[in-house]
Nanobody, 121 residues
Framework: QVQLVESGGGLVQPGGSLRLSCAAS????????MGWYRQASEKGRELVAI???????DYTDSVKGRFVISRDNAKNTVFLQMNTLKPEDTTVYYC???????????????WGQGAQVTVSS
């Protein structure tokens, strides 16, 4: 099995910064895209940022210029540096990875447990 464990959420004042981390472990052959999603109320989860195995990134418009996604392929870890945080960034953030396990020819999506980010004065 594969596990994704997130860390780094918390409470921060508007304009502040937080860094989320997500480490994948288990029976991993290779990881393709890794990304961060956030809960968007009744809309479900929305994609915040994504990074390919070669480092190509993409962001939703509302976080461009404020958030930076990066990854350490040697450690199967993805990061989300969140700067200039706003109250509307408050929600639960989930990491996601497309993983091929040693026991399978298929790619499967795995999710982290979620990290609460609260932006409030």
């Amino acid at each position: 099995q594969v596990q994704l464990v997130e860390s780094g959420g918390g409470l921060v004042q508007p304009g502040g910064s937080l860094r989320l981390s997500c480490a994948a472990s288990g029976s991993i052959f290779t990881i393709a895209d890794m990304g961060w999603y956030r809960q968007a109320s009744e809309k479900g989860r929305e994609l915040v940022a994504i990074i390919s195995s070669s480092g190509i990134t993409d962001y939703t418009d509302s976080v461009k210029g404020r958030f930076v996604i990066s990854r350490d392929n040697a450690k199967n870890t993805v990061f989300l540096q969140m700067n200039t945080l706003k109250p509307e960034d408050t929600t639960v953030y989930y990491c996601n990875a497309g993983v091929r396990r040693w026991s399978s020819d298929n790619m499967n999506d795995f999710w982290g447990q979620g990290a609460q980010v609260t932006v409030s004065s």
